[in-house]
């Protein structure tokens, strides 16, 4: 392929702006030597000029106001979504931490009750029980945040 | 897109990761002209570009939080719409994407159907004329060829950021750029053999 031919190959895409700094150089040595090839740039420069004028179509506005509320709406439901997860992991934590700290107090009670009466011995039904209520003191916790938080949502 | 705009560009997408409403509108506002040509030039019918578009912002809000913003919020909004276009032509138009898409790009353009606003000059007009041959020519090009032109030179996009949203290496986007402008070259001077294209 001649050199000619190789910059002609070149035009298009110097036209659109596409070319290294070494082509662009080496097609503007050509071009000030070649009158073919300068009147075709200037054929790929009008065509390229053109696609950059291109008339801009635009959104109609009930288009934008429906992708609006829909994209509100989904981060609305992301924002509940994470409320919830927060809630949850809240109340798993509070509940183990209240099985926990009840261990030595139910521990001293269970002492102090079986001083008084030897043959009350309970200790770890009794820890059985709390450790439930904790759980569903908890649950019913998480429940009732869950519920007041979708009220909020829907009247606001 | 100047420093103010991409400062704003970064304002809205942190406002968007906490959730703010605000933010979102902030960033439609300044994407919707673009967004909806970019998808009207890949999938041509503009219910198909309508539905895209708000698929795209759901998208964009459900995945804000993995975008990393230290990379070009532009790159990433193509790209995710871009992603869309291509599964829904897939779904739709189950032939090769690379092909041209039936006679129908031979009737009148979405471009052409938008309001011509004031009345204008006589070159004006012709000047018009020109534009809707080119915008019919380039309508007759497979998607890979729209793409890219519209990309490059609607959006003003780099080469390099081309190569991003389309994941192909940059010779492959140089070389679909020069093929789709040597192909609606073609295009013209058969549909207008008589015209002067320079």
Redesign the interface.
């Known amino acids: 392929m001649s050199e000619h031919d190789k910059i002609r190959e070149l035009l298009a895409l110097a036209a659109a702006g596409a070319l290294t700094r070494a082509e662009e150089e080496q097609v503007a040595a050509h071009l000030r030597s070649c009158d073919t090839c300068s009147n075709e740039m200037n054929a790929w420069r009008s065509i390229t000029g053109d696609l950059r004028r291109l008339p801009t179509p635009q959104p109609s506005p009930r288009l934008l106001q429906i992708t609006i509320a829909r994209a509100e709406q989904k981060i609305a439901e992301r924002a509940e979504h994470d409320w919830n997860r927060r809630v949850m992991i809240f109340v798993v934590g509070f509940a183990w931490l209240l099985t926990i700290v009840s261990w030595p107090l139910f521990h001293l009670v269970s002492r102090l009750l079986s001083l008084l009466d030897p043959q009350f011995n309970h200790t770890w039904i009794n820890f059985a029980g709390l450790t439930a209520l904790a759980w569903l003191a908890g649950g019913t916790a998480a429940v009732m945040l869950a519920v007041w938080q979708r009220r909020e949502r829907r009247m606001a | 897109m100047s420093w103010e705009g991409l400062v704003a560009v970064d304002t809205d997408v942190a406002g968007l990761r906490r959730?703010d409403?605000n933010a979102?509108?902030g960033l439609?506002a300044r994407y919707?002209?673009r967004l909806?040509?970019y998808l009207?030039r890949i999938v041509r019918q503009?219910a198909e570009a309508?539905d895209l578009?708000?698929q795209t912002?759901?998208k964009?809000?459900?995945k804000i939080r993995a975008f990393d913003t230290s990379r070009n919020f532009d790159a990433w909004l193509f790209t995710l719409a871009r992603n869309l276009a291509i599964d829904h032509l897939r779904r739709i138009h189950p032939q090769s994407l690379d092909e041209p898409l039936a006679d129908d790009a031979r009737g009148d353009t979405?471009?052409d159907r938008?309001p011509s606003g004031e009345p204008a000059p006589f070159d004006r007009v012709l000047e018009a004329e020109?534009?809707r041959h080119?915008?019919e020519a380039?309508e007759s090009l497979p998607l890979i060829y729209r793409e890219v032109?519209a990309l490059?030179?609607?959006e003003?996009m780099k080469?390099e950021e081309i190569a991003q949203v389309t994941r192909t290496p940059l010779s492959t986007?140089?070389t679909r750029?020069?093929r789709s402008?040597?192909q609606?070259?073609v295009s013209?001077e058969a549909r207008h053999p008589g015209a002067d294209?320079?």
């Open positions: 959730g409403l979102l509108s439609i919707q002209n909806y040509r009207l503009p309508e578009f708000q912002w759901l964009v809000v459900e979405a471009a938008l020109r534009r080119i915008g380039v032109l490059r030179f609607e003003e080469i986007v140089k750029l020069r402008l040597q609606m070259r013209l294209w320079q």
